[in-house]
């Protein structure tokens, strides 16, 4: 497989998360249109390294930019219309921009930027964190997060009678005591019967 030129390989860090996709060239000077997972692609626009990856399998096609992982310096990423578009210094125009559709594209957790506020916590440091009530019973695993429009939901794993349930918490202050990142710990005020 032939790599573009300009695409460096590189080791994927051990905290990255993906965070996009290369939808497609936009216009001629190698630009590309891009699909972001969050509704907020806050680190998008202000990371200024990514590494990309191929496709995964299925829809990775005639996917032959590059193999591997490679890492790309970012010039700019701005939004446009009902999404996002970049330029990135190893793409000049259209036809390599056109060979990259499909790349999923992956930043250093270390490089997102500070979270405004204290009460600000990025989705994927939320993942893994144990979730107690005030009275100290274990209420499960933070698996994912779940978008319901107003407020963000906790979505919960955890094990009763040898079975894998779920459980939603709705994550807002009313229910949410604490948030403990060093200690992988979130603390609520909610009962195993709700």
């Known amino acids: 497989m032939a790599q573009l030129p300009g695409l460096e390989p590189a080791v994927l860090p051990p905290d990255a998360v993906e965070l ?9 000077k190698g630009w590309l249109r891009l699909h972001s997972h969050s ?14 990856i191929p496709p995964e399998a ?8 590059f193999s591997g992982v490679v890492t790309v310096v970012v010039d700019e990423v701005k939004t446009h219309a009902d999404g996002l578009v970049a330029r990135i210094e190893a793409i000049a125009d259209r036809n390599a921009a056109e060979a990259l559709k499909g790349a999923r594209i992956h930043v250093a957790r270390a490089d997102f930027p500070a979270a ?6 990025y989705w994927v ?8 009530n005030r009275e100290g019973v274990h209420l499960g695993v933070v698996r994912d997060l779940l978008s319901t429009g107003p407020n963000s ?8 009678d040898d079975k894998t349930l779920e459980r939603m918490i709705p994550f807002v202050s009313v229910y949410v005591d604490q948030v403990d990142l060093p200690g992988k710990r979130i603390t609520v005020d ?3 019967d709700y």
């Open 125 to 132: 440091d939320l993942l893994g964190l144990d979730v107690i």
């Open 20 to 28: 996009g996709r290369v939808q497609e060239a936009w216009g001629i």
């Open 190 to 192: 909610w009962q195993p």
């Open 58 to 65: 299925r829809f990775a096609r005639g996917f032959d930019a």
């Open 116 to 121: 405004k506020s204290d009460d600000e916590y």
């Open 153 to 160: 939901v906790l979505c919960l794993e955890y094990t009763e």
């Open 39 to 52: 509704a907020d692609p806050e680190v998008l626009l202000a990371a200024k390294r990514w590494f990309l």
